[in-house]
């Protein structure tokens, strides 16, 4: 039905094929068995790759590349509910003329229409391009990067860290910027959407700087949550970073609901009805991110933990914070010592025992010059009361559950884990500092180096410095940096040195801010510490 209803409003004159995948290549190489019924000869109305093209999850022999289909991208997408065949090819070439590698893939409409390609086979370490063609129609191309040989010595490794996007609060000008580095790769915190209502919302009067295609409440079902990720994901400058690096993609607590730990949501809902919410918002996470099978969410379980090396430059352990972690003490929020004693309780965990176990066995294994754990909330002690007679500790994040950190560092003392450094942001702002063996101590040990990446929007145009910041940081002397601008983290990793440059931008609330480096922060590997370059 929907199928002759699309074929009635043809439009031509869009990109179209397009020699090099030709009738030639409509047989599949490697594609996936499918019996059920096909829409075999797709015509679009509109163009069906309106939300680009995405690649991640590098390997020394491969990547995955992602599209989904999607001709009405905020209305469900718009296809028939039929399967339909999508080609892709990888080329060693961004102009695509030397194809290395291609196939078809089954784009089902029990996933939204999105495809997954995990393509194999191709050499370490180098740039690959790539496209994807449904029907008469190609998409754009992407470039990608697959990561060095198991235990090749990496002389540079460039990446981003990037994340909490909120539409409305303004432009992805730092996406912008962000493509223009060809990365490497570019670790996506979370925050990658916001599932509160978008009219009315707003941290500030008159904060808002743009509104959603579609004005929407507060999102529950699997088509609520597709049509969210569309409205992000049409975004121009986001699809630009997409189509720049591989991603590795992670989520945070707005992919399905503010605050939410395991199976406990923000508002007190019975869990097994915020689990159900919980599956429709990781099957959306995952039919928008470029995804292995392995990530495919079963019920209201995804699988987020993992670990990609870089050769013997770096093993990076993608963290779960949200799914197997003690819910926020004493009703969350900001909380003293003497207000939240159970902040302090021996059970309380942020990655639960399997996790834990599973990135204590990597990092105790590793012969990686730096260790480093990609991950979400801030992980650092950090007092965000300027009061000196009082503390107030955010419990959403890791002082929280301060045995938990405590645990991890004392392991990583234990085994003398060279070169630790975490990734975190869900903060809305820049934040450096040294994980100390006692934060209470400045003088005791420095165990590793955090970097926090500030919001590519979230919180709107900001400011360098916030009022009354210096007192916070004051009472917070491993920490060393701050800013509260919008943009991202660009890291650049030698066997020698790591240097992390804070990228921002001046405003978010209209468009062509250029791009700053407001910091640049080295740590020298061996000597724990971050100092100016
Ligand atoms: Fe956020
Ligand atoms: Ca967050």
Redesign the pocket.
């Known amino acids: 039905m929907r199928a002759v209803a699309l074929d009635r409003f043809v439009t031509i004159g869009r990109r179209r094929l397009l020699g090099h995948f030709g009738a030639g290549l409509a047989v599949a190489v490697g594609g996936p068995l499918f019996s059920g019924r096909l829409w075999a000869d797709p015509v679009f109305g509109e163009d069906p790759f309106s939300l680009g093209v995405a690649s991640g999850e590098p390997a020394p022999d491969g990547v995955v590349l992602w599209t989904r289909i999607a001709p009405q991208p905020f209305h469900g997408g718009g296809m028939p509910m039929q399967a339909v065949p999508v080609r892709w090819q990888v080329a060693a070439d961004e102009r695509m003329a030397s194809v290395v590698r291609s196939g078809e893939a089954i784009a089902h409409s029990e996933v939204g229409h999105s495809v997954h390609v995990e393509v194999g086979g191709l050499e370490p370490a180098r740039d690959y391009w790539y496209r994807f063609q449904v029907g008469g129609e190609a998409s754009p191309i992407g470039r990608t990067r697959t990561a060095p040989a198991p235990g090749a010595q990496l002389a540079r490794l460039r990446f981003g860290v990037a994340g ?1 996007q909120r539409y409305e609060d303004g432009l992805y000008t730092a996406y912008r910027h962000l493509a223009d580095e060809q990365l490497d790769f570019v670790f996506h915190y ?2 990658y959407i916001y599932e509160h209502r978008s009219e009315g919302y707003a941290p500030e009067p008159g904060h808002l700087v743009r509104a959603l295609p579609e004005p929407s409440d507060e999102i529950y079902t699997l088509v609520d949550y597709r049509n969210r990720y569309a409205a992000y994901k049409a975004d121009p400058d986001l699809q630009a970073a997409h189509a720049s690096a591989p991603f590795l993609a992670s989520f ?3 992919e399905v609901d ?2 939410w730990a395991a199976e406990i949501d923000q508002d007190g809902t019975p869990p097994e009805l915020f689990l159900l919410r919980r599956a429709a918002a990781f099957q959306a996470f995952y039919e928008h991110m470029p995804l292995r099978r392995s990530a495919l969410p079963r019920g209201p379980d995804i699988l987020a933990y993992r670990r990609i090396a870089y050769g013997r430059l770096a093993q990076v352990n993608l963290l779960d914070t949200r799914q197997h972690r003690s819910d926020q003490p004493c009703g969350g929020g900001g909380q003293s010592r003497a207000s939240c004693p159970a902040a302090l309780e021996a059970d309380r965990t942020m990655l639960g025992a399997a996790q834990e176990g599973w990135l204590q066995d990597g990092l105790a294994g590793s012969s990686a010059v730096w260790n480093v754990l990609a991950q ?2 801030v992980f650092m002690q950090r007092d965000r009361s300027g009061d000196p007679e009082a503390t107030s500790y955010h419990m ?1 994040k890791w002082d929280g559950a301060v045995a938990a950190r405590d645990r991890l560092l004392r392991f990583v003392q234990d085994h003398g884990i060279a070169n630790l450094v975490v990734l975190s ?2 903060a809305h702002n820049h934040w450096a500092g040294e994980l100390k063996a006692d934060f209470d101590d400045p003088r005791s040990a420095s165990l590793g180096s955090e970097l926090v990446a500030t919001s590519i929007s979230s919180g709107g145009d900001g400011e360098d410095q916030r009022p009354g910041i210096a007192a916070v940081l004051a009472k917070n002397p491993h920490i060393a940096f701050y800013n509260n601008q919008r943009g991202y983290l660009s890291c650049e990793v030698t066997p020698e040195l790591w240097r992390t440059h804070f990228r921002v931008v001046d405003y978010v609330s209209r468009p062509g801010a250029p791009l700053k480096t407001r910091k640049t922060l080295v740590v020298e590997a061996g000597r724990p510490g971050l100092r100016e370059a």
């Open positions: 909490c979370g925050d945070d607590d707005h503010n605050d979400q909330v959403d942001g869900d």
